[in-house]
């Protein structure tokens, strides 16, 4: 059996050179402060302090309805006249909040100092004054800082920056006997629950004992990195995280990204061939979940066949998810927009992808709204403030956030992804008003 | 610098896409960092809007900042005009971009385009969401408002006319208080001439001074400019509020006054608040303590509805508008308590904590409050969540709405048999109180346990709010007490605790406050069952 499965045998396959529309103009996405909507969920004793404006704190309360959580651990020191004015000394003032807070929460261990549009443009220091309070309240509180303002990250490149910050207090190992295989192999993105315990499972049944995740449920058990770490990334948004491994002397495996039946096979597989576990094993542990994952699709692929797609710019996983919605459930791609394209990281994606698919970088949302009228496509992946205008509109939508929040990668999730994208067609079928 | 969990407000560049997106042709071009465009999902999703609202954003970058952010927004406006063709337009800055100073008004000026433009000038680090609707009104009417030649006097040869002004896009249930009162005028025999900024044009703001006076519902966006026209044009507004059945009879007093008319005797055909709360099944109702947070009107008008209507104890009041302060203030002197000026939730919180009533009316932020302590609450102000919308006619305003405030207040609230039942069976093993009502689906209290949020309230005292995520939470028994009182005084003994457990959640935290009040009064160092019970005696007087 072969390791990538011929779902589709397009004409031309490639679009690594393809022309990329690179538009510059408005842009219909969010900050870097979102991703705290998730990562302070993940990392279970970390808290993020915005250091911004009222317009932070009301993004991240109003962003994903994260009203629902009683008190959630993040929050914002909201920056007023008069610390603009300097009559109040910035850093007393953020030392006295970060007071305030920790004593309210002595659970946390771990603070995030969030730099966002208005730290920035006033340039406040946050490193110095994630230093001067880490040496405060360490060993009981480490403090760190990254930015996810809006100048400087689109929505997902603030996990990366979160991810990166967190580099220089993980651990050393040892670097390895030469020609000696990798250690431990690192999986890097945030990731659900349940997908990093299928995931391990999967890992370990192959012969791959020594697996970490990255962020880590708890702050305290941060994994080793070094030159005996192989990794891969869970996600396509962290260019600046594996630039940082990759200084530490970790070694990254390029693959495409664990979505679907084939990206999960061909990711597992970078691993795998790391670490010299033989194929037969390989076909051993990965052929039940993969016929499951097989099953569970064949549904959605008679749904969705034929059917045309348009991808606005919103999380980056939009590459991915374009080769998945195109190989795996025959679905033909309009546009795939996406808010950045790293091609290093994007490589063996792009490879999967119909040579003449019409990629953009950027935005400028009213001339790809104009595109996206023209198509007409069946389904319109976009944000949330454009969904239920372009439903208005007749056209049938799935929210770019939901497939952020959802687990939606490995074998076992390939259906669920793949309902994500049927869900509005049978929907649209079944209400008769 | 304010530490923040939750804020009541946005900043104030909302307030002016709330007034932007009420309006039909209007335009709001904002100079903004990437990543401000969040703000268009508040109403495509909360408010379910099937458009985008009219607002175009510079969406700059930090590779921006370095080169002409200035041009960027002169095409951004120019762009806009084009595509989109409005009557008027408004240009301004969010908090980022006041910060780079790039002048916005005097940008699009530069462009000389042939409609209104009018800058708006709302500082972010000080002023918040509904000072910016006001003043984003306030200038757009002062911009376009002309008497014209046509207006004729009300000299009785024609119906008296009035506008509505307040109503707004993301409004607490603008949509539905606007269709009542329309009615409620008609009825009375006055026309509307224009509702605005809520489906109102340029065209209709510019014939703003034509009507013979104006109907203010939401004084937090339009009494600026109701003041302006009065001043302006002579043209007189109504000060009541509608909320709640007296207020709405002075409302209707006030506007036939007015209008000079006389109010038709069938007016309050459909009102049912006076008699429900009359009817003897709402005996149960007296003097239940409430807990009033929210912006100015409706917390003055929920609080006077809560007292004088359904005939509950108004223990605590506050609101987040501190333009309002004055008028809440002076409202929270009929009850006799002191209002909270506060848009710290903390501090609301704490003051929840500290009062346990046995009802909140707040907002979306005291729902939460309430879910901690297993208070019952009802949502009677923005900030507005997707159920804030809903999909049937529910207002708050006029003869119906009296009927919602009515049906809205009583549902959370545990009916008046079911409680007494619960008092007496105590250890029904299907019906106790960490059962919820059942009217409720039995469910409600179930999700946090009465037991865990008063031991919370206990273990954290006046000083501290509680926290959801305390990692260990005190043994209510080993306790610090929840009031001042000097060490080793006011301990619980194993009966009393086993005894205060016995009475209903939803009073417990009252009555365990009370008994540490009386142990510390009477320097009482051990509280036993007799303590409880002479605490009982002590404050039912």
């Given amino acids: 059996m072969s390791t990538v499965i011929p779902i589709q045998t397009a004409a031309a396959t490639g679009c690594q050179t393809a022309p990329v529309l690179v538009e510059r103009g408005q842009r219909e996405v969010f900050c870097g402060l979102t991703g705290i909507i998730w990562l302070h969920r993940k990392i279970q004793d970390a808290f993020f302090l915005v250091v911004g404006s009222r317009t932070c704190a009301h993004l991240i309360q109003s962003a994903a309805g994260v009203m629902i959580f009683a008190e959630p651990r993040f929050g914002t020191a909201i920056i007023d006249e008069r610390d603009l004015a300097g009559l109040a000394d910035a850093n007393e003032e953020l030392d006295r909040v970060v007071q305030q807070l920790l004593a309210r929460r002595p659970d946390i261990k771990l603070l995030f100092l969030v730099g966002s549009c208005p730290s920035e443009v006033i340039k406040l220091d946050l490193s110095r004054a994630a230093e001067r309070l880490s040496r405060q309240y360490l060993p009981d509180v480490r403090v760190l800082n990254y930015s996810g303002s809006g100048i400087e990250t689109t929505f997902t490149q603030g996990e990366d920056a979160c991810l990166a910050s967190l580099l220089p207090v993980l651990p050393r190992s040892q670097a390895p006997a030469p020609g000696a295989a990798p250690a431990q192999l690192l999986i890097v993105g945030t990731l659900a629950d349940v997908v990093e315990d299928q995931m391990r499972k999967l890992l370990n049944d192959m012969g791959i004992a020594q697996v970490a995740f990255f962020p880590p449920r708890k702050s305290r058990a941060m994994p080793q990195v070094g030159p005996d770490t192989v990794y891969l990334l869970a996600q396509p948004f962290l260019a600046d995280t594996a630039r940082g491994l990759d200084a530490m002397g970790a070694r990254r495996l390029g693959a495409p990204f664990p979505l679907g039946s084939e990206g999960t096979t061909l990711w597992l597989q970078a691993a795998a061939q790391a670490f010299g576990v033989p194929q037969a094993r390989f076909e051993q542990v990965t052929a039940a979940p993969r016929a499951r994952a097989e099953q569970s699709l064949g549904r959605h692929r008679t749904a969705l066949t034929g059917k045309r797609i348009f991808f606005f710019p919103d999380s980056q996983l939009e590459i991915p998810l374009a080769r998945f919605v195109q190989r795996e459930l025959g679905m033909d791609l309009c546009e795939v927009g996406t808010p950045y394209l790293h091609r290093q990281q994007m490589e063996p994606e792009l490879a999967l992808l119909p040579a003449n698919t019409r990629l953009s970088e950027g935005q400028d949302v009213e001339k790809q709204l104009d595109r996206c009228r023209q198509d007409q496509p069946d389904l319109v992946v976009c944000g949330l403030g454009l969904a239920n205008p372009l439903e208005a509109e007749g056209m049938s939508t799935k929210w770019a956030i939901e497939l952020v929040f959802t687990p939606i990668q490995g074998y076992e999730q390939a259906g669920d992804l793949a309902n994500l994208f049927s869900r509005p067609l049978a929907r649209k079928l079944k209400l008769v008003a | 610098m304010q530490l923040t969990l939750w804020t009541y407000e946005g900043p104030p560049h909302i307030g002016a896409m709330r007034v932007a997106t009420a309006m039909t042709d209007v335009h709001y071009v904002m100079h903004a960092p990437q990543g401000d465009t969040y703000a268009d999902l508040l109403f495509t999703m909360i408010e379910r809007l099937p458009r985008r609202p009219p607002v175009t954003y510079t969406t700059f970058q930090a590779r921006d900042l370095g080169g002409d952010t200035a041009e960027l927004f002169k095409t951004a406006v120019k762009d806009a005009y084009d ?338 039942l619960l008092g007496m069976f105590r250890e029904d093993f299907e019906f106790h109180d960490a059962a919820g009502s059942s009217h409720l689906g039995g469910k409600a209290a179930a999700a946090q346990p009465a037991q865990e949020a008063l031991a919370e309230v206990t273990a954290h005292g006046d000083t501290a709010p509680p926290t959801a995520h305390s990692p260990a939470v005190a043994p209510a028994a080993t306790a610090a007490p929840a009031v001042d009182t000097k060490p080793g005084i006011g301990m619980w003994s194993t009966d009393a605790e086993k005894e205060l457990g016995k009475i209903p959640f939803f009073v417990r935290g009252k009555a365990r406050r009370n008994t540490e009040r009386f142990a510390s009064e009477m320097g009482i160092q051990n509280i036993t069952v007799e303590t409880l019970y002479d605490a009982k005696a002590h404050y039912s007087r």
């Fill in chain 2, 83 to 420: 595509r989109f063709a409005p009557k008027a337009m408004l240009v301004g800055a969010s908090c980022t971009a006041e910060l780079i100073q790039d002048d916005p008004g005097g940008l699009a000026l530069a462009l000389n385009l042939p409609i209104p433009v009018v800058a708006l000038e709302l500082p972010a680090y000080q002023r918040k969401e509904n000072w910016g609707a006001s003043e984003t009104f306030y200038h757009l009417v002062r911009r376009l408002a002309k008497k014209s030649d046509a207006a004729s006097p009300m000299d009785g040869t024609r119906r008296p006319r009035c506008n509505i002004l307040g109503p707004s896009a993301l409004g607490f249930r603008h949509r539905d208080d606007v269709k009542e009162i329309r009615q409620l005028l008609t009825r009375l025999g006055v026309d509307v001439a224009v509702v605005a900024p809520l489906s109102a044009s340029a065209a209709d703001l510019q014939s703003l001074p034509d009507a013979d006076f104006n109907v203010l519902l939401y004084p937090e966006i339009a009494q600026t400019t109701a003041q302006w026209l009065q001043r302006q044009f002579g043209q007189p507004f109504t000060k009541t509020v509608p909320i709640g059945m007296s207020a709405t009879r002075e409302f209707v007093q006030e506007v036939a006054a007015l209008a000079g008319i006389s109010v038709p005797a069938d007016i309050e055909a459909d009102a049912h608040a006076v008699w429900y709360a009359r009817s003897v099944d709402s005996t149960y109702l007296t003097a239940k303590r409430v807990y009033v947070f929210g912006d100015a009107t409706h917390v003055i008008a929920a609080a006077r509805f809560a007292q004088d209507e359904m005939g509950f104890e108004v223990v605590g009041m506050g609101t987040y508008s501190r333009e309002f302060a004055r008028e809440v203030r002076d409202a929270a002197k009929l009850y006799g308590v002191e209002a909270l000026i506060s848009d710290d939730y903390l501090a609301v919180e704490a003051q929840i904590t500290q009062l346990q009533p046995e009802l909140i009316l707040g907002t979306q932020m005291e729902r939460h409050i309430a879910k901690r302590h297993a208070i019952p609450c009802a949502v009677i102000s923005a900030p507005v969540h997707v159920q804030d919308f809903p999909a049937r006619y529910a207002p708050q305003m006029g003869f119906e709405g009296a009927n919602v405030l009515f049906d809205t207040w009583v549902h959370p609230l545990m009916m008046g048999l079911e409680e007494h």
